[in-house]
């Protein structure tokens, strides 16, 4: 297995050979670099996560009384700093609170895509456990708000489940180092294909495994020991809006020409 380090955070050229980037079986999985001791001594184990499933339900649970007392109802419109927090609350517990939990435990989600495993990457912990940490930290920065207006056996529950999360997820979250894995799947996985870069990320095909992949079946770990700068994230936007303008090593020339003239990528205006 490939361990390649990317010191450059505005580096989001595609690492690996032309003949990888062709292969129809190699997929990629974006991750947290301290969790690669498990996954390269193990293979990717559907149902090992690095949260405790039952403890993240009872805070969903919390949540969803707060959300059922009328505490945080969402007035779209308003841009009071108080919103802001409402709007915060309601972003993560979206993936706290709905069937993404579930699946999440059951499946391993891979994506024919790098760019869209670098941005999967970039989330602190993982999906679960940015919206975990995120989620708590607006339960905690609304609760000075819901003095007077919460009753005290919720608030209870409230501050005792978020210090929970917090103790148990935020050094994880902080501590984050964003990987890509790179892994050839067997094709009878599913029916998939490599993804059309004139279509946008929406469209391009993900895979969840129903079984375990094996430590054999990765080539390579990409790691971001320095995270991704803001110009790079912004490259990656633009890769999700335009579609058709990947960062590849063998056309490096036309990337810097698109970075520089969005506008005029294809070099039609000379």
């Not at 580096?11 to 032309?18: D, E, G, T, V």
């Not at 997929?27 to 947290?32: A, I, L, Q, R, T």
């Not at 499933?53 to 969903?60: H, I, M, V």
């Not at 920065?141 to 007077?148: A, S, T, V, Y």
Request: with cysteine.
């Amino acid at each position: 297995m490939d361990k390649i380090q990317k010191e450059d955070p505005e580096n989001i050229y595609y690492p690996l050979c032309k003949e990888t980037f062709e292969d129809t079986n190699v997929f990629y999985h974006g991750s947290n670099e301290n969790y690669s001791e498990n996954i390269e001594k193990n293979g990717f184990i559907r149902g090992s996560r690095p949260y405790d499933p039952d403890k993240l339900k009872e805070f969903a649970e919390i949540c969803n009384e707060i959300d059922d007392s009328g505490l945080v109802d969402l007035d779209h419109y308003a841009k009071t700093d108080y919103a802001k927090r409402v709007d915060k609350f309601h972003r993560y517990d979206l993936t706290i609170g709905s069937h993404y939990l579930r699946t999440s435990i059951e499946n391993i989600t891979f994506t024919t895509d790098y760019w869209e495993a670098m941005r999967f990457s970039l989330k602190q912990g993982g999906e679960t456990i940015r919206a975990a940490v995120g989620l708590a930290k607006a339960v905690c920065e609304l609760l000075p708000d819901w003095k007077g207006k919460i009753n005290n056996q919720l608030k209870e529950k409230a501050e005792n489940s978020t210090k929970e999360i917090l103790d148990l997820y935020k050094k994880i979250f902080d501590e984050h180092v964003p990987c890509i894995y790179v892994a050839r799947l067997d094709s009878d996985l599913d029916n998939y294909s490599k993804p059309d870069y004139g279509k946008p990320s929406s469209e391009r095909k993900d895979v969840e495994t129903k079984r375990d992949i094996p430590k054999e079946s990765i080539l390579a770990r990409v790691v971001y020991p320095n995270s991704i700068s803001k110009q790079g994230i912004e490259d990656l936007g633009n890769i999700d809006d335009m579609g058709i303008n990947v960062p590849l090593p063998w056309k490096k020339d036309e990337w810097e020409r698109y970075r520089k003239d969005p506008d005029n990528a294809l070099g039609t205006r000379g």
